[in-house]
């Protein structure tokens, strides 16, 4: 008899015991937990023969399974806008006017809401972890224009190794609109594993612009996933900074469930020491006249990794798609590394899709036109790549948002030239 | 006194300058010409710091130390500026942002304190009116899209504000128009004497117009061939190189 499954390895044997243990008692979505299970007891963690994971194989470097964690944290009184996740746990919190918030567990145990409505076509074995021991989140709802920025703290305050897998869904309705912040923060030198989700639907005519900060500790393994369905003319607008975290991938899967609705897909990622950060794009133009726009920038410095894999798919009754995709890496050391993967699988005849990766050293010329005027090196290379990371905050409408993305970016620099 | 001894370099293994001695005096401005591909650019990325090019042998001596351990940014903050026959693009960086952290870096390399917000800006109107910029061109990153002319015209905005002792023009008539050409040549004139020191590198007789030299060099294959008064360029508009060339 072939064997096809390799043996299992300490983490997965780890997690498929923690669902079988805590099965009876999770909130909810009974059916989809128990398929989502399946699917990973099958496949197992992805490694790099996982064509989605070659970069990252997740099978290798996740060997052992953090615990769950079973204490509650303390509440704490809620800052304006904000919403808090404190080591899995939703504690409750401020949001603007217009917006429905409710504790996940309780939206899934009344059945309001479904788990990977979000995900189209897509499938992935993260995701599917997620939404089989997913235990606590935020589930949102927005009826109207609302101006003020809502944003979900995901804190670790953990003094040990843990999992945590907490999942945010969000659904804005049809020509209503919403500015998401996440906010990942956690220890330094704590191996904390975490799984987080975002889903947002967006009904028709929807507006929404979401921002991710990933200043995870230099020791987490951080994966995330923002999946998002699309109604007609719906816009949305993403942005991922990424600074945090010892190993992080951040997956966005997007499906267009009807026309003319656009996307705006941004990554600014700044890494260094051994970092290693995957930013995993799976657009689907399922539908005609669908506009999508994506610019990753990334900065890598020491013997940190970067990675960018762009799926851009056009089914072939998926005309008039526009999808213009860019990665670009500055390298700032001789061990810095890019793998930049761009894919176009396109079905229609009448489409303009297009895509272009660089990745290379800043240009010598303009370090010492700079120089030349008095600028030192490191003030040289941080105004170049200050500009380089800079040009993806264009997209953010918000100023103090920008400015608040701006001043990060700048942070980091200090801290190199330091 | 800049002071070029001897000088040789090479790039990639191929010589450009073959013992070139050239002395610039304190509040003397010097003019050298030559033909295409002589030399001179190299000459200038040479004083300015450049690091592609292999000095094999001889030395540049700022006031009677030598420069050629210092990086670019130690050897603008000591006095030294070019103004680029190709003016480099900065995409993303505003050039107030950019005139504002060289002014900056400048004089924090020569234990100052910074410029407070008001100086610098009154600063800047002063000197961008003075050269016929459009302060809206402040706004626009480096260099960005800006015509051959506004590029110099920037160089000579930076070479005033950041008030050099020893200036390199590389060639900052090309691309000028007559007008423009007149504008750029006051801006030069009003930063003469006071001790500086200045190096116009040019291939026209037409900006030594604007711009009288005390001296004139003559450059060809990587050497100067001839020194002499003004009179020298009229001679070469006249003559051209060859003579010098065959000679060299
Ligand atoms: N990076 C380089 N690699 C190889 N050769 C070079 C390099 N830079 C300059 N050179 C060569 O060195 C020589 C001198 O060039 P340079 O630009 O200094 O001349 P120039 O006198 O300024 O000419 P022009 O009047 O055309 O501006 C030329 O033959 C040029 O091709
Ligand atoms: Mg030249």
Known sequence: MANVLPMRTPAETALIERFKAEQSSLPGAVEARAEAFARFEKSGLPSRRVEAYHYTDLRNLMREAAPAITARPEPRAPEKHHLLIENGVYLGGDAPEGILV????????????????????????????????????????????????????????????????????????????????????????????????VELILGDGAKVEHIRINEGG?????????????????????????????????????????????????????????????????????????????????????????????????????????GQMASNAVLLSDGAGMANKPELEIFADDVVCAHGATSGALDENQLFYLMARGLPRSEAEALLVEAFLGETLDAVSNDGLREVLAERISRWLEARAR | MLEIRNLHVEIDGKKILNGLDLVIRPGEVAAIMGPNGSGKSTLSYVIAGKEDYEITEGDILLNGQSILEMEANERAAAGIFLAFQYPLEIPGVATMTFLKAAMNAQRKARGESELSPGDFMKAVRGAAEKLGINPDMLKRPLNVGFSGGEKKRMEILQMSLLDPAYCILDETDSGLDIDALRIVAEGVNALRGAGRGMLVITHYQRLLDHIVPDVVHIMAKGRIVKSGGKELALELEKNGYADYVEAA
């Open chain 1, 218 to 322: 230099d020791k987490a393994l951080m994966l995330s996933t923002l999946a998002v369905k699309l109604g007609a003319e719906a816009e949305l607008m993403s942005l991922g900074l990424v600074s945090g975290g010892e190993v992080s991938r951040h997956q966005v899967f997007v499906t267009y469930a009807g026309e003319n609705a656009k996307i705006d897909l941004r990554g600014a990622t700044m890494i260094k020491g051994r970092q290693h950060a995957d930013n995993t794009l799976v657009v689907d133009h399922a539908v005609p006249n669908g506009v999508s726009r994506e610019l990753f920038r990334n900065v890598i410095d020491d013997e940190a990794q970067g990675v960018f894999q762009g799926r851009i798919i056009v089914r072939p009754h998926a005309q008039k798609t526009d």
């Open chain 1, 102 to 197: 409710l504790p996940l567990a309780e939206a899934l145990r009344e059945g309001r809401v479904a788990l990977g409505a979000a995900m189209g076509a897509a499938s992935d074995i993260v995701v599917d972890l997620n939404t089989a021991l997913c235990r606590d989140g935020i589930y949102v709802r927005v009826d109207t224009v609302v101006e003020a920025p809502l944003f979900i703290g995901f804190a670790e305050t953990l003094g040990n190794a843990a999992s945590v897998m907490p999942r945010v869904v969000v659904e804005v309705a049809a020509g209503a609109a919403l500015t998401l912040v996440e906010l990942h923060a956690g220890p330094d030198g704590i191996a904390y594993q975490k799984n987080a989700v």
